[in-house]
């Protein structure tokens, strides 16, 4: 999605002061020093804009408009079914959700509405109309920004209403056919509950089944099934009167909504991004966190994304919450921009004076205007985008290595008993992607639907359920000299949960034969030898036996000592590498490390780089590297070569030298 400019702004919420004339007269002056070129408008104005049932006023949002684009500043204009109006819930209350618990949540708070209530769309549909005919004729709208945060919500994302339960026994019809197919799927006659009727198929809740895997993982499908087709309907009713572009803000790796399906649906991906910065001195997993989100929300789409929402300063509802130190501001920003977005938005332009958060950071504080640091550092990110503008534009990453991360296998591999209970998808996935991020090499973060040509690299960490058609998907991947590395507990499900039987479905390509796996209580952990040196293995601990692979490294104790724990397998033109334990980090950085190598990967900088210095790359005319030191403190690091900073001129050659928190966009000379 292109905008004729990198974007720089964010939520600008000034329902809150239409009685104060003077204040949106300075917002709009303060907006221009800070370099603001684009909000975000009605994200929850839906009480101002419908005041009572069909009474509709949007003057004073087409005024705010208006005068915003007079002044250069384009507007992201948003349907507001994130905040429900007190008319629409007391009125219709079947337009809010049903808990697990069976009962309907009461008005107020917000991502309250049942996405199946036919009520809550007739009514969604007459705002967004009334909206998109003011949308479509309006030259300063960029494009929709559809409801807010979906799912984002009071416990499970979902509705259980009996309208919604309807509609998942629908779906359920529609992907079965019958019955007898749903039960076998589901392994139904297991504990004698076999379904006999339709009727009798109600939503995975504490006080009924929740038991059932096959049930719990169709449900997730459905939450994501239903939500998407409410994103849908409300595209479609704008849609009617405007041509304008659509996105939805995301969040993180949400598990309740699988967002590779959702994006389907948008033009543009867009997301909210907040890392707990300076939780700890060292702030690396939190870097590697928000690098791995940002990574995703650019591979949906392979294609450049929005940050829709950060915070300039501080947030309001961790339990403790940091104001960002000096230098995170920008860094936190560019790491945004190094990794694929196109904008730097915040929630939100001026913090109101009530409610719930009267204490978020926001550009404006209820005192001192622009005479604070926070503002200072946001017109800071703004002037330096705007002289980057026009390289961001022209590049994008174009990552040679990627990983698996997918949905279905994270809802499947988290619901199953055993072996471990505290099994943790994310964590693990985020260990892998941190060997990439400190070797500075960029990934794609792609799910097993996407195609694996192209990638000189795939690994697929904890990949517990195979799609239909995936291993052969693999093995055509690795014939073709693909690497491939996947990890214990690998392949066990089909996708309704069901154990494959006979054999891994990969078996072949991996030269291995699963046998048995060992979920070890600490004191009886493990350890093996990789290249001569010595790194424990615990908590998951698989018993295979090599068939075509070599070992690179085996177990050193227990019944299982010398059976190999890292497996290299040669398959067709490919190799496909099997870790059957748990590795903490330093293993996997130096078992990384070698198949990088094998991969011909190194970072645009050829260097080794320091701990909490990593390096990312948008490829374009110009190839723009971005090297982030999230070390509160100087280091130097040793590039071969010279390069030029785009934005300042500065030149360097050989070493370059970091500034504490410091993001140096680099352009090779
Ligand atoms: C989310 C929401 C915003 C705001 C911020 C606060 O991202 O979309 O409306 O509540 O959180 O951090
Ligand atoms: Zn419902």
């Known amino acids: 999605m ?5 974007l720089h702004g964010g939520d600008y919420n000034p329902e809150q002061w239409l009685d104060c004339p003077e204040v949106l007269q300075e917002d709009i002056e303060l907006m221009k020093k800070a370099r603001v070129n684009c909000v975000t408008l009605g994200v929850f104005s839906w009480a101002v804009l419908e005041p009572s049932e069909g009474e509709y006023r949007l003057g004073w949002l087409e005024e705010i408009i208006d005068r915003l684009y007079e002044n250069g500043i384009y507007t992201v204009l948003a349907t507001p079914t994130g905040g429900m109006p007190h008319w629409l819930t007391s009125r219709y209350p079947e337009t809010m959700q049903v808990r697990e618990d069976g009962g309907r949540n009461l008005p107020g708070r917000r991502h309250n509405f049942c996405y199946t209530s036919v009520k809550m769309r007739e009514k969604t549909r007459q705002i967004d109309q009334k909206l998109a005919q003011m949308a479509g004729k309006h030259p300063g709208i960029l ?5 807010n945060e979906m799912g984002g919500n009071f416990s499970d994302s979902a509705c259980h209403c009996e309208q919604c339960q309807q509609a998942f026994r629908e779906w359920l019809r ?3 056919g019958t019955l007898e197919a749903l039960n076998k799927a589901w392994w139904t006659v297991f504990w004698s509950h076999v379904y006999t009727d339709w009727e009798q198929i109600h939503s995975p809740v504490p006080r009924g089944e929740c038991l059932l895997h096959g049930l719990n993982l169709d449900w997730h499908r459905f939450v994501t099934h239903q939500m998407t087709d409410f994103l849908k309907w409300e595209i479609a009713s704008v849609r009617e009167y405007s041509a304008l572009p659509a996105t939805s803000n995301f969040m993180f790796f949400f598990k309740p909504l699988d967002y590779f399906k959702m994006q389907k649906e948008l033009d543009v991906v867009s997301w909210d991004s907040y890392p707990a910065w300076h939780k700890r001195k060292d702030e690396v997993p939190v870097a590697v966190k928000a690098a791995a989100y940002h990574s995703m929300m650019r591979s949906m789409k392979k294609a450049p994304f929005m940050l829709m929402e950060s915070v300039p300063s501080m947030v309001n509802w961790r339990e403790n919450n940091p ?15 190094a990794h694929g977005s196109n904008t730097v938005q915040y929630f939100q332009w001026r913090k109101g ?6 204490f978020h950071g926001a550009v404006l504080d209820h005192k001192n205007g622009e005479n604070t640091r926070t503002f200072r550092d946001v017109a800071g990110v703004g002037e330096r985008l705007e002289k980057l503008d026009t390289l961001i534009r022209q590049s994008c990453n174009q990552p040679k290595a990627a990983m698996i991360f997918d949905w279905e296998n994270w809802w499947a591999l988290e619901d199953s008993t055993g072996p471990r209970l505290d099994m943790d998808y994310q964590k693990v996935f985020l260990q892998h992607y941190r060997a990439f991020w400190e070797a500075g090499i960029d990934v794609d973060i792609i799910s097993m639907d996407e195609e694996l040509e192209g990638y000189r690299l795939v690994t697929a960490p904890l990949n517990y359920l195979y799609k239909k058609g995936y291993a052969k998907k693999v093995e055509q991947y690795v014939k073709n000299g693909g690497i491939y590395i996947t990890t214990y507990w690998s392949g066990i499900v089909d996708e309704t949960d069901l154990c494959f039987t006979g054999e891994h479905p990969l078996r072949k390509a991996l ?21 001569g040196k010595e790194y424990p293995a615990g908590r998951f601990c698989e018993v295979v036996y090599a068939e075509t692979a070599k070992a690179a490294a085996v177990y050193e104790k227990d019944f299982y000592k010398g059976m190999p724990a890292i497996s290299e397998n040669h398959y067709g033109e490919g190799t496909v590498c099997y870790l059957a334990a748990e590795f903490g980090q330093e293993l996997l950085n130096a078992f990384y490390g070698e198949c990088l190598k094998q991969a011909g990967l190194e970072n645009p900088l050829a260097a080794k780089l320091p701990y909490g210095v990593t390096v990312s790359e948008r490829k374009g005319e110009t190839n723009l590297i971005f090297l982030q030191n999230y070390n509160e403190k100087t280091v130097e690091v040793e590039g071969s070569g010279s390069y030029k900073e785009a934005d300042t001129g500065r030149e360097w050659q050989g070493r370059i030298e970091m500034e504490p928190f410091e993001c140096k966009v680099l352009v090779k000379k």
């Open 323 to 337: 104001l960002k130190r000096p230098g995170m501001h920008m860094l936190s920003s560019m790491q945004a921009v």
């Open 2 to 6: 292109e905008f004729g400019k990198v």
């Open 174 to 176: 529609e992907r079965y």
């Open 143 to 147: 494009m929709w920004h559809i409801s």
């Open 511 to 531: 030269g291995i034969r699963q046998e048995e796996i060992d979920a070890p209580s600490e004191e009886f952990s493990n350890c093996v030898v990789y290249q």
């Open 353 to 358: 004076r009530g409610a719930f958060e009267k």
